[in-house]
């Protein structure tokens, strides 16, 4: 009897990548993102057991990922990294438009960047950018572990000094996705010259639009809240993408450029 509808083939194959998961899990840890750092706020409470519910049933992490994730967790700024549900959905993303050249605005050791690089054809391209390199040197040898370092261009130096670099190079309209994580206070800016650099069709993501919490009530003197927010707003009423604001982790916003 098939499953739900599903071809038995199908249905086969998923019970048996199951029982390849369920023996990974059972070998490591299960999936903490609860773990890490403060929690966040979000339309399901982050330390609720139906968040812990939709990790533990929908995250199917590369061996090599989940390593670089334990390695990151110990480092005294561990919860900067993305959260292992949002780096999925960046990678199955760029999965089904085919990407082949992606930025990464702010780094950190290194998760997302393999992350995509990882699900990038062996021809694809990860422009990486972040002005530490410390951090970087965390997760770099596990790029190479999982044999998609030659996917990824560091670049490191100020985001904006590359993506000027990409814009004067002859790169507009040539990228397929872009991730917004770097310094809040310079959002609209990242966020103006990827949507250059992006072709239509292409997708730019944007991660901690709900900063905590704090867009509710933006500070005077909280510029970075004020960014986002500033940002937040402008999007909504931003002719040029289709956009959808997601509660995952601190506030993922995909904005679809037309
Ligand atoms: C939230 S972390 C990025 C997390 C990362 N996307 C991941 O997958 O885990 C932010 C990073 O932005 C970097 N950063 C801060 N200011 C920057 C700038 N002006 N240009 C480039 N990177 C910057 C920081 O060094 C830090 O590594
Ligand atoms: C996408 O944007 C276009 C142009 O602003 C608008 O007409 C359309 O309704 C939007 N689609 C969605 C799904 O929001």
Redesign the pocket.
Known sequence: MSLFGVPKEVAVGTAMLGVAFAAGMLAGKRYPSLGFGTPRPSIIGKSSALQQYILDHSLREHPVLKKLRLL?ADHPYGK???SCDQ?QLMANLVKLIKAKKVI??????????L?MALVLPDNGKVIA????ED??KIGKPLWKEAGVEHKIDLRI????H?LDDLLAGGEVETFDFA?I???KE?YNEYYEKCLRLVKKGGIIAI??VLWNGRVLKPRRDDLATQSIHRLNEKLLRDARINISMLPMEDGLTLAFKL
Not at 129 to 132: G, L, R, S
Not at 157 to 160: D, F, G, L, Q, V
């Open positions: 990151t900067m990294m993305v780096a990464e605005i702010g780094v950190f050791t290194g998760y997302n960047t992350n950018c972040d002005i530490n951090y970087v130096k100020p985001a904006i590359t991730f994580d770097a310094d310079s991660d901690n």
